[in-house]
């Protein structure tokens, strides 16, 4: 081997070892925040833990969650709520749909990646006459989150005793099943499902 390869090793390895020295306390931390997250997810994340089998580590789960379709917001006025959207902040929104089975009038707002739904009670009985009581101003109602499979999704969550809102999947204002998870047992939260 000539000298001048045999510098360069020499400098190579001189190189390397400062930097890892350098280098290793970081990859400590990214490492115990890593385990940290990991322990905290359910049993079906943590398949790259080296202290189970590698048959725990593959998810039972049949479904998986999607995007978020919507962030809906109550709103004790539909029409000063839609031109706020239209007319100040320049999104397209959609025409005011009723649904009576809901108890709710309805408006989305598109976004760049999904959308607002703006609610408004439709009936004494509107489950958004009641929120709006409570919240004069209106305010967040629900977030909805697509699953790939609602009907697993259900009987997934039913075991995990996720409380829900309603026997059976309903018609939600996309025409598409949904479902409606207890909001005390999703860290207060009143999540929607959608299938996608």
């Given at each position: 081997m000539d000298?001048?390869v045999?510098q360069?090793?020499a400098?190579?390895?001189?190189?390397?070892?400062?930097?890892?020295?350098m280098?290793?306390?970081?990859?400590?931390?990214?490492v115990?925040?890593?385990?940290?997250?990991a322990?905290?997810?359910s049993?079906?994340?943590r398949?790259?833990?080296?202290?189970s089998?590698p048959?725990?580590?593959?998810?039972?789960v049949?479904?998986?969650?999607?995007?978020?379709?919507?962030?809906?917001?109550?709103?004790?006025d539909l029409?000063?709520?839609?031109?706020?959207?239209?007319?100040?902040l320049g999104?397209?929104v959609s025409a005011?749909?009723?649904?009576?089975?809901?108890g709710?009038?309805t408006?989305?707002v598109?976004?760049?990646?999904?959308?607002?739904?703006l609610l408004h009670p439709l009936?004494e009985?509107?489950?958004i006459?009641?929120?709006?009581?409570?919240n004069?101003?209106?305010?967040?109602?629900h977030i909805c989150?697509?699953?790939d499979?609602?009907?697993?999704?259900?009987g997934?969550?039913?075991?995990k005793?996720?409380r829900?809102?309603?026997?059976?999947p309903?018609?939600?204002?996309?025409?598409?099943p949904v479902?409606f998870?207890h909001?005390?047992?999703?860290?207060?939260?009143?999540v929607?499902i959608?299938q996608?």
């Amino acid at each position: 081997m000539d000298a001048s390869v045999t510098q360069s090793f020499a400098e190579l390895r001189v190189f390397y070892f400062e930097n890892i020295e350098m280098a290793a306390p970081l990859l400590k931390v990214v490492v115990t925040r890593l385990s940290r997250f990991a322990q905290r997810c359910s049993p079906a994340v943590r398949m790259f833990s080296s202290s189970s089998p590698p048959s725990h580590g593959v998810p039972t789960v049949l479904w998986k969650l999607g995007r978020l379709n919507h962030v809906a917001i109550a709103v004790p006025d539909l029409q000063k709520a839609t031109a706020l959207y239209r007319d100040v902040l320049g999104a397209h929104v959609s025409a005011v749909v009723p649904l009576p089975e809901h108890g709710v009038y309805t408006v989305f707002v598109e976004l760049g990646n999904t959308k607002l739904e703006l609610l408004h009670p439709l009936g004494e009985k509107s489950p958004i006459a009641g929120f709006l009581q409570k919240n004069k101003s209106g305010g967040m109602h629900h977030i909805c989150i697509e699953v790939d499979d609602i009907n697993s999704a259900i009987g997934d969550l039913k075991a995990k005793n996720i409380r829900l809102l309603s026997q059976e999947p309903r018609i939600g204002a996309h025409g598409k099943p949904v479902m409606f998870l207890h909001p005390k047992d999703c860290d207060g939260v009143l999540v929607e499902i959608e299938q996608a």
